[in-house]
């Protein structure tokens, strides 16, 4: 699990985890629940080596490396 993010823009804690490739239906399910909202944002299918991992909800900044915290998960 990926720790919480503070925005390095503004400092604020209101950060999505950007989630890439083609989402399943039920994701897409899990995303319309309340608990889920401004958790997650949908980053698209064309995935390159230095898309966004987060995104501030507060200013709409983009920041982190993907394939940094995807290593990491891979790691654990």
């Given at each position: 699990?990926?720790?919480k993010q503070t925005c390095p823009n503004c400092k604020g804690t209101n950060v999505?985890?950007?989630m890439y490739g083609l989402p399943s239906q039920e994701f897409?399910?899990?995303l319309k629940k309340d608990e889920n909202k401004e958790k997650y944002q949908l980053g698209g299918c064309c995935i390159s080596d230095d898309?966004?991992?987060f995104s501030c909800n507060d200013c709409g900044y983009m920041f982190g490396l993907r394939r940094?915290?995807?290593d990491y998960d891979d790691d654990n």
């Open positions: 699990m990926i720790e999505s985890e950007i897409l399910e899990e898309d966004p991992a940094h915290y995807e």
